[in-house]
């Protein structure tokens, strides 16, 4: 959905765009269980038809019809849903004169709708494993998710991917395939010292903080928290954001340095963040690990925060501006190293973030649109 929780690089470039184009954002469409769970309970999370609204100048979302469910099960549910979206987005634009469109997408399913819109361009943005990801959640069949994300690579005129560790399975025409790295939202996440207030459930917690901001999904190693826990017991360690692990968590708990805090808002999480001494990037070793370029580095650096990380190979171009740790015993070191190192390199730290402004990521994205048109 356009106003999700945490706004991803969707959201982000949409507003980019929307300063110089009109643009149709077409929302994740609801699954029927949950316009069947809405129905009993008297809400209507989604009108049975979709609908389209204007949001704010230049900025119209739609909302598809809800989807047929197990799309990633098999293939013809998934075209069935694209046929549906079809509809709904040809309808769209037909209403809003929209003629040879760019066509830009960031669903791996969505193939069927290439040529079809009479766009004058089509991109398709990868920005997780969809096959890695979507298996580990138990939401579709890898086979079925794989073949939909070759068909796509194959119909798009522009391949975005944000890590070189994405679509390695694939062989890709080189002359269409770009890496852009996700960005950051600099108004959102700087370094403003006292203007940001402490949230009171951290500001009780015996310093140095050692801060983590994000989805505690299967690719975060809570086996080194508890080395960690144990090993460094006079740091505090504090993590917020979706807790996917509630049962590791709460073994984690049991130790008396270790605090989950919930879930934040997004415009929170700046505050969290600038109450940490040391922020962590604690990735395991799982394939979908060694693929990420978490929002959540440029999100620390931008605020100008010391930053230790597990090695994977798409960190490799960052060594220089992170603590990069191998094993357990190294990331403990580097955390002890960056706490006495608090408030060295902070501008340095700022001043690399800047590049990953959305703005500046949306200079690499006309770039290479510029190229495809060339």
Sequence with gaps: MFHDRYWTSKQYITMELIKNNRVLYIEGNYSIGKLVSGLFKRTWPVKPFGYMTQERENLFILTPFPRIPLRNHFRL????????????????????????????????????????????????????????????????????????????????????????GLLSDYKIEQSKFK?????????????????????????????PIIGFAGSIGKWI????????????????????????????????????????????????????????????????????????????????????????????????????ILYIAENPEQFGACIQKAVIKNQVLIQDRINFAEQYDWKNRMIKYESALSDIHN
């Design 77 to 164: 549910f998934g075209w069935l849903n694209q046929k549906l979206l079809l509809f709904k987005i040809r309808r769209a634009g037909k209403k809003l004169k929209m003629k040879n469109p760019v066509f830009w997408t960031f669903l791996h399913q969505s193939a069927d709708l290439v040529d079809k819109l009479d766009e004058s361009l089509s991109i398709y943005h990868c920005v997780d494993d969809w096959p890695e990801r979507f298996v580990m959640m138990n939401m579709g069949r890898r086979q079925v998710i794989k073949t939909d994300e070759e068909t796509i690579l194959g119909k798009t005129d522009l391949i975005i991917s944000v890590s070189p």
């Design 179 to 207: 890496i852009i790295e996700n960005g950051v939202d600099l108004k959102m996440f700087k370094t403003q010292g006292s203007e940001l207030q402490i949230p009171l459930d951290l500001n009780t917690i015996v310093k």
């Design 221 to 320: 190693d809570l086996d080194l928290y508890k080395y960690l826990l144990k090993n460094i017991p006079d740091y505090s360690f504090v993590m917020i954001g979706l807790n996917e692990r509630k049962k590791e968590i709460a073994l984690c708990e049991q130790h008396n340095n270790f605090y989950y805090l919930g879930l934040k808002s997004q415009h929170d999480v700046p505050k969290y963040i600038n109450g940490f001494d040391v922020c962590l990037m604690p990735f395991n070793q799982t394939r979908i690990a060694k693929s990420l370029l978490p929002q959540k580095m440029f999100q620390y650096l931008a605020m100008g925060k010391p930053v230790v990380s597990s090695f994977i190979p798409t960190l490799e171009p960052f060594k220089d």
